[in-house]
């Protein structure tokens, strides 16, 4: 069983569907990926599953950590999640630290309620967790506010505050979108490392690509409130079998070969209360033919491990491994 | 800290410079004192013996910087009517004043903050409807308004309260009640304003993400934060204490520096007059400083003493 089990997850504001229907699981120590273009319901699918989405929107499906469901779960089953077994940074550091308390504090929050940890020992733990992520002269800048700290160490604390729960997945929202870029692998470098050192599973939510892919193992790109690709990062470059996917590579200057032009996709993400019929990137997408504007398409296998949400996509045969026969029987039986 | 409590103190001292310059240059340019207080068609000899008398002969720097020491010293000249020292006239009015002031300031946090904070908390139930609707009447009908309401109802009507004077603390309540309504819908509405801001930022989601509770999300996350625009406003309540009660001292008879500034305009008594622009402008300027005070305990941002702790 998964450690995270989303499944059929959507959610509306008011009339306006923001997620339609997310299938995804978390293994335990796993790092996943998630791409796709700002509001195409990456954070989303976080904050529902972890009920912080105002109360204004409308949440239905299967949330399950452990096999517990934990979506509308009461506020006693919920709080222990949220930062204990689930933790979550986000994109803008600065302004998801609290300006009027000092980092110190902030952070030790986090260790009396997960740990039951407070005063000395509680100010050891931060300190020790200060050195953890890196922040220099972890004893001194216990007392500084958020405001005396530059945005990647801002980032860092809120990773030590992440960290203090010692959850077993850590939601990373875009956390270098705001950084310099120097700083950006360094954060990443970071997450990297910490995974590796304390096993927890990391699920990382990115509008790039090639930031995704250096640092999960499986990639899930999302597009208009679903998952349309999901794969092993090697096989989402190898086989992108999602136009849109495609197009995201597109976007992506090679490292190496000749330069080329980047591609950039056509046309924008369709208006969450004006969804297109049939496949939703259908307007945007240079191989739709008629078909695609009929039929909205399901996610379905083409190997083992990599599944599209594509009329068009086909099951390949991966080397050593057999063209996937129930991957092709499942899909004409889905197809018709 | 300290140098920030420095910076502000020296802010204050040249407000009040500027101020008393500002009514020094008024008094000068509104007239030749000397004419206006002898009349048109006092005969030469007497303007000039009045004029040396009050040393406005004097090349025009002397005077200003003996209205100052005047002023410093607490000399503020005569008043017209009664020939009484102004300042001995306008500080025995001032504890009739605080007894309405005060009262009422301490109605609006009591009423005005909790009901803008449970405002925001729910919002669009509804008890946050009614809370807005109440604070969008207090701020739009005017004070003298809803005082001679309040006097219809509660001492034409029903007979149960004074309508003027100051013979006992029941006179207190209905001027109290009136002033600290206003103040009580003003501050609801700011504060609740405040809070929706606050509640919305990133740090919030922050806090609940950690695991908080709500409560502790809302006491420990929002209020601090809440508290920074709406200590402006108290800020502006305070500097009001003295001189906020112009309109509903009058309506009220009520013996406070209000009415006494409304009965000296009237009289065009310009030594009392002074005195109470001087005195209002006091209070304010010493209710910045309170304000720029708490500033800095609440926001740690404010404190200017940008450590050099960036990399």
Known sequence: MAFVEIQNLSVAFGRSPALRGINLAVERGEAVGLVGESGCGKSITWLAALGLLPSLATVRGSVRIDGTEILGAPKARLEPVRGGRIAMIFQDPAASLNPVHRIGRQIGEALGLHRGMTGERAKAEVIRLMDQVGIPDAKNRINAYPHELSGGQNQRVMIAMALAGQPELLVADEPTTALDVTIQAQILDLLTTLRRDTGMALVLISHDLGVVSETCSRIAVMYAGRIVEEAPSGQIFTHPNHPY???????????????????????????????????????????????????????????????????????????????????????????? | MLHYLLSRLLRAAVSIIMVVTFVFVVLRMSGDPAMVIMGADAPPEAIDAFRKAWGLDQP????????????????????????????????????????????????????????????????????????????????????????????????????????????????????????????????????????????????????????????????????????????????????????????????????????????????????????????????????????????????????????PARR
């Not at chain 1, 080397?319 to 996937?324: E, S």
């Open chain 1, 245 to 336: 996917t495609r197009g995201l590579m597109g976007a992506l200057p090679p490292l190496s070969g000749a330069r080329h032009r980047l591609v950039a996709i056509p046309g924008s993400v369709p208006e969450a209360a004006q969804m297109p019929q049939g496949c939703a990137f259908a307007p945007r997408c240079s191989a739709a033919t008629g078909r695609c504007t009929e039929v909205d398409p399901v996610p379905l296998p083409l190997t083992q491990d990599h599944s599209a949400a594509c009329i068009h996509a086909r099951p390949y045969a991966q080397a050593g491994q057999p063209l996937h026969h129930h991957a092709a029987t499942t899909r004409e039986r889905a197809m018709q």
């Open chain 2, 60 to 307: 025009l720097w002397i005077q200003y910087f003996s209205f100052f020491e005047a002023i410093f010293s607490g000399e503020l000249g005569r008043s017209m009517r009664d020939g009484r020292d102004v300042l001995s006239v306008v500080l025995e009015r001032v504890p009739s004043t605080l007894a309405l002031t005060v009262p009422a300031f301490l109605v609006n946090l009591v009423v005005g903050v909790p009901a803008g904070v449970y405002a925001a908390l729910h919002r669009n139930s509804l008890i946050d409807r009614c809370v807005m609707v109440m604070a969008v009447t207090g701020f739009a009908v005017p004070s003298f308004i809803l005082a001679m309401l309040l006097v219809l109802i509660f001492s034409v009507n029903l007979g149960w309260l004074p309508s003027a004077g100051q013979d006992s603390w029941l006179n207190a309540i209905l001027p109290i009640a009136t002033m600290g309504f206003g103040g009580a819908a003003l501050l609801a509405r700011f504060t609740r304003s405040a809070m929706l801001e606050v509640l919305g930022q990133p740090y919030i989601r922050t806090a609940s993400a950690k695991g908080l509770p709500w409560s502790a999300v809302v006491w420990r996350h929002a209020l601090q934060n809440a508290a920074i625009p709406t200590i402006t406003i108290i800020g502006f309540m305070l500097g009001g204490l003295v001189a906020g009660a112009v309109v509903v001292e009058s309506v009220f008879s009520w013996p406070g520096v209000g009415r006494l500034l409304v009965i000296s305009v009237a009289n065009r008594d310009l030594g009392v007059v002074q005195a109470i622009v001087l005195m209002i402008a006091i209070t304010m300027v010493a209710a910045n400083m309170i304000v720029d005070v708490l500033y800095g305990l609440v926001d740690p941002r404010m404190h200017g003493q940008a450590r």
